[in-house]
């Protein structure tokens, strides 16, 4: 069986640097009717649980640290007994929400996740945090694009542990060198492709944010 990608969207807070933002979360789910691997989980764990229902759940990686996308990962990883994959850069970040608990391994640029045909292969793309990874299957034809691509241009940079000339590096070596017709799959809101979004690089390097 083909491996497919299931969309969840959990609600809440994202916290950081004083401040707090009711936010929607896309829980992304990459698997078969057998197994399954979690990318960012958001918020509410009983909705991941029903999501991966009675498949196993082969890992729960998270495209960076910031609260709302791995506020739900440690109880998931309880529940479950699958492990959370963070990139070692985002431990700060990590910290910040779990301090009395360690993920429980370290995301390498290059390295390869697998789950019922799929084949993640981990980008490291700092920029909207130090530690900051897109995956990308091109079996799949998609990349899974956390907070560092959006619809209509780069993730956030204006709060603490992130820089916008390193976003724009990220994007520009690591994501507008994929295939146009390259799905992205974003951390927050619609999805987009690689070739809507490579015209308007220098758009956003003007713009600055």
């Given at each position: 069986?083909?491996?497919?990608?299931?969309?969840?969207?959990?609600?809440?807070?994202?916290?950081?640097?004083?401040g707090?933002?009711?936010?929607?979360?896309?829980?992304?789910l990459?698997?078969?009717?057998?197994?399954?691997?979690?990318?960012?989980?958001?918020?509410?764990?009983?909705?991941?649980?029903?999501?991966?229902?009675?498949?196993?759940?082969?890992?729960?990686?998270?495209?960076?640290?910031?609260?709302?996308?791995?506020?739900?990962?440690?109880?998931?990883?309880?529940?479950?007994?699958?492990?959370?994959?963070?990139?070692?850069?985002?431990?700060?970040?990590?910290?910040?929400?779990?301090?009395?608990?360690e993920?429980?391994?370290?995301?390498?640029?290059?390295?390869?996740?697998?789950?019922?045909?799929?084949?993640?292969?981990?980008?490291?793309?700092?920029?909207?945090?130090?530690?900051?990874?897109?995956?990308?299957?091109?079996?799949?034809?998609?990349?899974?694009?956390?907070?560092?691509?959006?619809?209509?241009?780069?993730?956030?940079?204006?709060?603490?542990?992130?820089?916008f000339?390193?976003?724009?590096?990220?994007?520009?070596?690591?994501?507008?060198?994929?295939?146009?017709?390259?799905?992205?799959?974003?951390?927050?809101?619609?999805?987009?492709?690689?070739?809507?979004?490579a015209?308007?690089?220098?758009?956003?390097?003007?713009?600055?944010?």
């Amino acid at each position: 069986m083909t491996a497919r990608v299931e969309r969840l969207v959990t609600s809440g807070q994202f916290t950081l640097d004083g401040g707090t933002w009711d936010v929607d979360n896309n829980v992304w789910l990459v698997g078969d009717d057998h197994e399954v691997v979690v990318i960012d989980a958001a918020h509410d764990v009983d909705a991941i649980v029903d999501a991966v229902g009675d498949r196993r759940l082969k890992a729960i990686v998270c495209t960076h640290a910031h609260n709302d996308h791995v506020n739900a990962a440690p109880a998931l990883a309880d529940r479950t007994g699958a492990v959370i994959w963070l990139h070692h850069d985002d431990l700060p970040l990590w910290k910040q929400t779990h301090p009395g608990r360690e993920p429980g391994a370290g995301l390498l640029d290059g390295q390869v996740i697998e789950a019922a045909g799929a084949d993640l292969r981990v980008l490291h793309t700092p920029g909207h945090a130090p530690g900051a990874v897109c995956l990308y299957d091109p079996g799949l034809g998609v990349v899974f694009t956390g907070d560092t691509l959006f619809q209509g241009g780069p993730g956030a940079t204006g709060r603490s542990y992130s820089d916008f000339p390193t976003i724009i590096a990220s994007i520009r070596d690591r994501l507008l060198t994929l295939p146009p017709e390259t799905k992205v799959l974003t951390g927050h809101g619609d999805p987009t492709t690689i070739g809507a979004e490579a015209p308007h690089l220098e758009e956003w390097i003007a713009r600055g944010h």
